[in-house]
Protein backbone atom coordinates (compact mmCIF):
# COMPACT_ATOMS: atom_id res chain seq x y z
CA UNK A 1 0.00 0.00 0.00
CA UNK A 2 2.50 2.33 1.30
CA UNK A 3 4.48 1.91 -2.55
CA UNK A 4 1.43 2.17 -4.66
CA UNK A 5 0.55 5.46 -2.60
CA UNK A 6 4.53 6.53 -3.35
CA UNK A 7 4.31 5.45 -6.97
CA UNK A 8 0.88 7.72 -7.66
CA UNK A 9 2.87 10.54 -5.68
CA UNK A 10 5.62 10.51 -8.40
CA UNK A 11 2.49 10.31 -10.88
CA UNK A 12 0.74 13.18 -9.21
CA UNK A 13 3.83 15.43 -9.32
CA UNK A 14 4.78 14.31 -12.74
CA UNK A 15 1.99 15.92 -13.80
CA UNK A 16 2.25 18.64 -11.50
CA UNK A 17 5.57 19.50 -14.03
CA UNK A 18 3.82 18.73 -17.35
CA UNK A 19 0.91 20.94 -16.33
CA UNK A 20 2.69 24.06 -15.17
CA UNK A 21 5.00 23.98 -18.56
CA UNK A 22 2.46 23.45 -20.66
CA UNK A 23 0.40 26.36 -19.13
CA UNK A 24 4.01 28.94 -19.44
CA UNK A 25 3.80 27.44 -22.72
CA UNK A 26 0.97 28.35 -23.50
CA UNK A 27 0.78 31.71 -22.35
CA UNK A 28 4.25 32.18 -24.14
CA UNK A 29 6.01 32.93 -20.86
CA UNK A 30 8.60 30.28 -22.20
CA UNK A 31 10.26 30.88 -25.38
CA UNK A 32 10.96 29.10 -28.15
CA UNK A 33 14.37 28.29 -27.44
CA UNK A 34 13.74 27.32 -23.96
CA UNK A 35 10.88 24.60 -24.94
CA UNK A 36 13.59 23.31 -27.54
CA UNK A 37 15.74 23.10 -24.51
CA UNK A 38 13.34 21.46 -22.94
CA UNK A 39 12.17 18.98 -25.64
CA UNK A 40 16.53 18.03 -25.68
CA UNK A 41 16.56 17.54 -22.09
CA UNK A 42 13.57 15.33 -22.45
CA UNK A 43 15.59 13.46 -25.22
CA UNK A 44 18.83 13.28 -23.35
CA UNK A 45 17.07 12.22 -20.30
CA UNK A 46 15.87 8.94 -22.01
CA UNK A 47 19.20 8.24 -23.94
CA UNK A 48 21.01 8.00 -20.57
CA UNK A 49 18.27 6.17 -18.87
CA UNK A 50 17.82 4.19 -21.36
CA UNK A 51 21.94 3.31 -21.37
CA UNK A 52 22.10 3.04 -17.94
CA UNK A 53 20.42 -0.58 -18.27
CA UNK A 54 23.48 -1.53 -20.11
CA UNK A 55 26.22 -0.03 -18.30
CA UNK A 56 25.20 0.86 -14.57
CA UNK A 57 22.70 -2.12 -13.70
CA UNK A 58 23.77 -4.81 -16.49
CA UNK A 59 27.88 -3.54 -16.27
CA UNK A 60 27.64 -3.85 -19.91
CA UNK A 61 30.30 -1.50 -21.76
CA UNK A 62 28.66 0.05 -24.39
CA UNK A 63 29.75 3.09 -26.83
CA UNK A 64 27.54 2.49 -29.57
CA UNK A 65 24.09 3.64 -28.34
CA UNK A 66 24.15 6.41 -31.04
CA UNK A 67 23.48 3.35 -33.18
CA UNK A 68 20.78 2.68 -32.02
CA UNK A 69 19.37 6.57 -31.69
CA UNK A 70 19.65 6.42 -35.32
CA UNK A 71 17.68 3.58 -36.23
CA UNK A 72 15.15 5.06 -34.29
CA UNK A 73 15.50 8.04 -36.02
CA UNK A 74 15.64 7.23 -39.79
CA UNK A 75 12.94 4.47 -39.09
CA UNK A 76 10.21 6.45 -38.29
CA UNK A 77 11.16 9.40 -40.55
CA UNK A 78 11.06 6.92 -43.31
CA UNK A 79 7.46 6.10 -41.70
CA UNK A 80 6.12 9.85 -41.38
CA UNK A 81 7.89 11.19 -44.40
CA UNK A 82 7.62 8.46 -47.10
CA UNK A 83 5.00 6.25 -46.19
CA UNK A 84 2.49 8.86 -44.15
CA UNK A 85 2.48 6.92 -40.82
CA UNK A 86 1.06 8.78 -37.58
CA UNK A 87 3.75 10.17 -35.21
CA UNK A 88 3.24 8.01 -32.70
CA UNK A 89 2.90 4.94 -34.96
CA UNK A 90 6.78 6.14 -36.31
CA UNK A 91 8.00 6.16 -32.73
CA UNK A 92 6.78 2.51 -31.83
CA UNK A 93 8.20 1.14 -35.40
CA UNK A 94 11.68 2.98 -35.10
CA UNK A 95 11.81 2.11 -31.03
CA UNK A 96 10.52 -1.60 -32.40
CA UNK A 97 13.36 -1.76 -35.51
CA UNK A 98 16.02 -0.09 -32.86
CA UNK A 99 15.05 -2.88 -30.37
CA UNK A 100 15.73 -5.86 -33.09
CA UNK A 101 18.51 -4.28 -33.92
CA UNK A 102 19.62 -4.10 -30.30
CA UNK A 103 18.75 -8.27 -30.12
CA UNK A 104 20.95 -8.59 -33.55
CA UNK A 105 24.31 -6.96 -31.88
CA UNK A 106 23.22 -8.21 -28.91
CA UNK A 107 23.00 -12.20 -29.01
CA UNK A 108 26.30 -12.40 -30.87
CA UNK A 109 28.60 -9.92 -29.24
CA UNK A 110 27.73 -9.88 -25.73
CA UNK A 111 29.73 -12.92 -24.71
CA UNK A 112 32.32 -10.30 -25.06
CA UNK A 113 33.40 -8.11 -22.00
CA UNK A 114 34.66 -5.24 -20.98
CA UNK A 115 37.05 -3.51 -23.86
CA UNK A 116 36.37 -6.47 -26.65
CA UNK A 117 32.40 -5.20 -25.91
CA UNK A 118 33.00 -1.63 -26.19
CA UNK A 119 34.98 -2.28 -29.81
CA UNK A 120 32.18 -4.39 -31.21
CA UNK A 121 29.15 -2.11 -29.56
CA UNK A 122 31.51 1.39 -31.78
CA UNK A 123 31.82 -1.27 -34.70
CA UNK A 124 27.93 -1.55 -35.25
CA UNK A 125 27.23 2.24 -34.37
CA UNK A 126 29.60 3.09 -37.35
CA UNK A 127 28.57 0.09 -39.72
CA UNK A 128 24.73 1.68 -38.72
CA UNK A 129 25.95 5.51 -39.34
CA UNK A 130 27.82 4.20 -42.83
CA UNK A 131 24.93 2.62 -44.06
CA UNK A 132 22.62 5.70 -44.13
CA UNK A 133 25.46 7.95 -45.39
CA UNK A 134 24.71 5.69 -48.77
CA UNK A 135 21.19 5.06 -48.71
CA UNK A 136 20.07 7.93 -51.60
CA UNK A 137 16.35 6.63 -49.85
CA UNK A 138 17.01 8.85 -47.10
CA UNK A 139 19.23 11.61 -48.07
CA UNK A 140 22.59 9.75 -47.69
CA UNK A 141 25.81 12.29 -46.61
CA UNK A 142 22.91 15.44 -47.09
CA UNK A 143 20.14 14.38 -44.63
CA UNK A 144 16.51 13.93 -44.56
CA UNK A 145 14.44 16.64 -44.39
CA UNK A 146 11.79 15.88 -41.44
CA UNK A 147 8.53 17.96 -40.48
CA UNK A 148 8.52 19.20 -36.97
CA UNK A 149 6.15 16.92 -35.00
CA UNK A 150 8.10 16.32 -31.62
CA UNK A 151 6.19 18.89 -28.74
CA UNK A 152 7.35 19.20 -25.03
CA UNK A 153 4.02 16.93 -24.75
CA UNK A 154 5.47 13.93 -26.76
CA UNK A 155 9.10 14.27 -24.98
CA UNK A 156 7.88 14.51 -21.48
CA UNK A 157 5.13 11.54 -21.52
CA UNK A 158 7.95 9.56 -23.32
CA UNK A 159 10.52 10.43 -20.58
CA UNK A 160 7.75 9.24 -18.02
CA UNK A 161 7.19 6.16 -19.39
CA UNK A 162 10.49 5.11 -20.37
CA UNK A 163 11.98 6.11 -16.41
CA UNK A 164 8.69 4.03 -14.62
CA UNK A 165 9.83 0.97 -17.22
CA UNK A 166 13.21 1.16 -16.44
CA UNK A 167 12.51 1.84 -12.94
CA UNK A 168 10.50 -0.98 -12.40
CA UNK A 169 12.74 -3.63 -14.15
CA UNK A 170 15.59 -2.51 -11.83
CA UNK A 171 13.32 -3.48 -9.08
CA UNK A 172 11.79 -6.49 -10.74
CA UNK A 173 13.76 -10.00 -10.03
CA UNK A 174 14.76 -9.73 -13.95
CA UNK A 175 16.41 -6.38 -12.50
CA UNK A 176 17.79 -8.32 -9.72
CA UNK A 177 19.49 -10.79 -11.99
CA UNK A 178 21.22 -7.81 -14.14
CA UNK A 179 22.69 -6.70 -11.15
CA UNK A 180 23.69 -9.55 -9.83
CA UNK A 181 25.32 -9.67 -13.56
CA UNK A 182 27.16 -6.84 -13.08
CA UNK A 183 28.52 -7.51 -9.77
CA UNK A 184 30.07 -11.13 -10.37
CA UNK A 185 29.04 -12.42 -13.79
CA UNK A 186 30.66 -15.84 -12.56
CA UNK A 187 29.08 -15.85 -9.27
CA UNK A 188 25.49 -15.05 -11.03
CA UNK A 189 26.40 -17.96 -13.49
CA UNK A 190 26.87 -20.01 -10.28
CA UNK A 191 23.81 -19.56 -8.78
CA UNK A 192 21.52 -20.19 -12.23
CA UNK A 193 21.36 -17.37 -13.70
CA UNK A 194 21.41 -17.47 -17.36
CA UNK A 195 23.84 -14.21 -17.67
CA UNK A 196 23.74 -14.01 -21.54
CA UNK A 197 19.99 -13.90 -21.73
CA UNK A 198 19.54 -11.20 -18.90
CA UNK A 199 22.21 -9.33 -20.87
CA UNK A 200 20.53 -9.39 -24.41
CA UNK A 201 17.30 -8.57 -22.39
CA UNK A 202 18.95 -4.95 -21.00
CA UNK A 203 20.17 -4.41 -24.52
CA UNK A 204 17.09 -4.85 -26.28
CA UNK A 205 15.33 -2.33 -23.51
CA UNK A 206 18.16 -0.11 -23.32
CA UNK A 207 17.69 0.13 -27.36
CA UNK A 208 14.04 0.05 -27.87
CA UNK A 209 13.91 3.52 -25.96
CA UNK A 210 17.12 4.80 -27.69
CA UNK A 211 15.01 4.22 -30.60
CA UNK A 212 11.98 6.14 -28.62
CA UNK A 213 14.90 9.22 -28.36
CA UNK A 214 16.21 9.06 -32.03
CA UNK A 215 12.17 9.29 -33.34
CA UNK A 216 11.60 12.21 -31.40
CA UNK A 217 15.33 14.12 -32.31
CA UNK A 218 14.44 13.31 -35.76
CA UNK A 219 11.37 15.13 -35.40
CA UNK A 220 12.45 17.97 -33.69
CA UNK A 221 15.54 19.53 -35.34
CA UNK A 222 13.74 19.27 -39.57
CA UNK A 223 16.94 17.66 -40.71
CA UNK A 224 18.94 14.25 -39.72
CA UNK A 225 22.54 13.11 -40.81
CA UNK A 226 24.47 10.60 -40.35
CA UNK A 227 27.56 12.67 -38.82
CA UNK A 228 25.17 13.50 -36.40
CA UNK A 229 25.36 9.48 -35.09
CA UNK A 230 28.89 9.42 -34.80
CA UNK A 231 31.18 8.63 -31.80
CA UNK A 232 30.93 11.91 -30.14
CA UNK A 233 27.26 10.67 -29.83
CA UNK A 234 27.66 7.55 -27.99
CA UNK A 235 30.49 9.20 -25.85
CA UNK A 236 28.03 12.21 -24.98
CA UNK A 237 25.52 9.61 -23.69
CA UNK A 238 28.08 7.42 -21.89
CA UNK A 239 29.18 10.78 -19.78
CA UNK A 240 25.61 11.41 -18.65
CA UNK A 241 25.67 8.16 -17.19
CA UNK A 242 28.90 7.92 -15.82
CA UNK A 243 28.73 11.72 -14.54
CA UNK A 244 25.44 11.01 -13.02
CA UNK A 245 26.92 7.94 -11.04
CA UNK A 246 26.78 4.18 -12.35
CA UNK A 247 23.77 2.44 -10.69
CA UNK A 248 22.09 5.35 -9.86
CA UNK A 249 18.58 6.12 -12.65
CA UNK A 250 18.05 9.72 -10.78
CA UNK A 251 22.16 10.44 -10.74
CA UNK A 252 21.37 9.49 -14.57
CA UNK A 253 18.74 12.19 -15.39
CA UNK A 254 20.23 14.55 -13.11
CA UNK A 255 23.51 14.74 -15.44
CA UNK A 256 21.54 15.07 -18.03
CA UNK A 257 19.35 18.13 -17.42
CA UNK A 258 22.55 19.64 -16.01
CA UNK A 259 25.15 19.03 -18.76
CA UNK A 260 22.08 19.58 -21.35
CA UNK A 261 21.55 23.28 -20.06
CA UNK A 262 25.57 23.97 -19.61
CA UNK A 263 25.37 23.00 -23.32
CA UNK A 264 22.90 25.27 -23.98
CA UNK A 265 23.48 28.14 -22.20
CA UNK A 266 27.30 28.18 -23.95
CA UNK A 267 26.54 28.37 -27.37
CA UNK A 268 26.71 31.74 -27.24
CA UNK A 269 30.44 31.00 -26.82
CA UNK A 270 31.86 28.48 -29.35
CA UNK A 271 35.13 28.87 -29.16
CA UNK A 272 35.11 28.16 -25.15
CA UNK A 273 32.29 26.10 -24.89
CA UNK A 274 33.99 23.19 -25.15
CA UNK A 275 36.24 24.33 -23.15
CA UNK A 276 34.35 24.98 -20.38
CA UNK A 277 32.22 21.83 -20.46
CA UNK A 278 35.28 19.83 -20.30
CA UNK A 279 36.66 21.47 -17.33
CA UNK A 280 33.11 21.47 -15.70
CA UNK A 281 33.31 17.59 -16.16
CA UNK A 282 37.33 17.37 -14.87
CA UNK A 283 36.20 19.33 -11.57
CA UNK A 284 33.06 16.94 -10.86
CA UNK A 285 35.62 14.20 -11.96
CA UNK A 286 38.05 15.26 -9.44
CA UNK A 287 35.94 15.90 -6.44
CA UNK A 288 33.33 13.34 -6.81
CA UNK A 289 35.16 10.48 -9.01
CA UNK A 290 31.80 8.25 -8.60
CA UNK A 291 29.58 10.29 -10.06
CA UNK A 292 27.00 12.93 -8.98
CA UNK A 293 25.20 10.15 -6.73
CA UNK A 294 27.49 7.38 -6.81
CA UNK A 295 24.83 3.79 -6.96
CA UNK A 296 22.08 5.79 -4.57
CA UNK A 297 19.02 6.79 -5.70
CA UNK A 298 17.69 10.39 -4.69
CA UNK A 299 15.20 9.00 -2.54
CA UNK A 300 17.63 6.93 -0.75
CA UNK A 301 19.36 10.81 0.73
CA UNK A 302 15.75 11.21 2.16
CA UNK A 303 15.75 8.20 3.93
CA UNK A 304 19.16 8.67 5.10
CA UNK A 305 17.76 12.03 6.57
CA UNK A 306 14.51 10.65 8.42
CA UNK A 307 17.11 8.19 10.08
CA UNK A 308 19.41 10.44 11.23
CA UNK A 309 16.39 12.11 12.23
CA UNK A 310 15.31 9.94 14.63
CA UNK A 311 18.36 8.96 16.26
CA UNK A 312 18.82 12.38 17.36
Known sequence: MKKSKIFWGYIALALVVYAVVQV??????????????????????MLAVS????????????????????????????????LGLPF???????ALVAAIAGLLVGIPTLRLKGDYLAIATLGFAEIIRIVFLNIDYVGGAAGMQVTHQST???????????????????????????????????????????????????????????????????????IIQPTTFGFLKSFDI??????????SLSGSVLAAIFL??????????????????????????????????????????FKFGKKGGSKA
Open 24 to 45: LINTEAISYTHQNMLITMCINI
Open 51 to 82: LHIIIGITGQFSIGHAGFMAVGAYVSAICTMK
Open 88 to 94: VTGILLG
Open 152 to 222: WTYAFFAVVITILIISNFTRSRHGRACISIREDEIAADAMGINTTYYKVVAFAIGSFFAGVAGAIYAHNFY
Open 238 to 247: LIFVVLGGLG
Open 260 to 301: TAVTTYLQGFPETRMIIYSLVLILVMLYRPTGLLGTKEITDL
